[in-house]
Antibody, heavy 124, light 107 residues
Framework: QVQLQESGPGLVKPSETLSLTCTVS??????????WTWIRQPPGKGLEWIGF???????SYNPSLKDRVTIAVDTAEEWFSLNLRAVTAADTALYFC????????????????WGPGTLVTVSS | DIQVTQSPSSLSASVGDRVTITCRAS??????VNWYQQQPGKAPRLLIY???SLQGGVPSRFSGSRSRADFTLTISSLQPEDFATYFC?????????FGQGTTVDIK
């Protein structure tokens, strides 16, 4: 079973860039049907989809964050990353990486594997 | 964006109770709804995908159903480990969106 682990700074200053990495183990990043996804959850609130990257490097982002976010994948090293620019206190959240896949018959994508999450606080 | 409205936001129940949580989509999304369970401080866990398919390893007391744009998660007999927060999610179109969550606590 694929395992994921987020890593990165737990504290970021306002206006700076939040950078996180998701390391993939026991499974190929090269698997073409996966969407490598970032999701966040502000303290005490719900889940927000940030975006995903395909194996080919193609991406899809939440329009609410689109101008500030970049998600990339490194198939050689088996990790994918999140960069969120110009952060504010509103970006304080628990950040999860996850894999979205779907059954062989097609249909909806769903999150089959999640990292444990990493808390990022934006504060000076 | 497709909005997913989840209700109730919280409920209190006892062990053995039947619990029902509902999500309504702002437009037709076929069966592109998934359900997750989240314990405090943990990552969500997939329970149901494609509206009614039970994820492997999930107890059979969990079930999902669909009626047009309304989706329901049912726990047939609540167990102590089921006290948690539940989220629905649509993946019909991006941005993928989640319901606001339903917290199930002990009555």
């Amino acid at each position: 079973q694929v395992q994921l682990q987020e890593s990165g700074p737990g504290l970021v200053k306002p206006s700076e860039t939040l950078s996180l990495t998701c390391t993939v183990s026991r499974g190929p990043v090269r698997y073409r049907s996966y969407y490598w996804t970032w999701i966040r959850q502000p303290p005490g609130k719900g889940l927000e989809w940030i975006g995903f990257v395909f194996h080919s490097g193609g991406t899809s982002y939440n329009p609410s964050l689109k101008d500030r976010v970049t998600i990339a994948v490194d198939t050689a090293e088996e990790w994918f990353s999140l960069n969120l620019r110009a952060v504010t206190a509103a970006d304080t959240a628990l950040y999860f990486c996850a894999i979205a896949s779907r059954g062989p018959e097609g249909g909806p994508y769903y999150f089959t594997s999640w990292g444990p999450g990493t808390l990022v606080t934006v504060s000076s | 964006d497709i909005q997913v409205t989840q209700s109730p936001s919280s409920l209190s129940a006892s062990v053995g109770d039947r619990v029902t949580i509902t999500c309504r989509a702002s437009q037709t999304i076929n069966n592109y709804v998934n359900w997750y369970q989240q314990q405090p401080g943990k990552a969500p866990r997939l329970l149901i995908y494609a509206a009614s398919s039970l994820q492997g390893g999930v107890p059979s007391r969990f079930s999902g159903s669909r009626s047009r744009a309304d989706f329901t998660l049912t726990i047939s007999s609540l167990q102590p480990e089921d006290f948690a927060t539940y989220f629905c999610q649509q993946t019909y179109s991006t941005p993928w969106t989640f319901g606001q969550g339903t917290t199930v606590d002990i009555k």
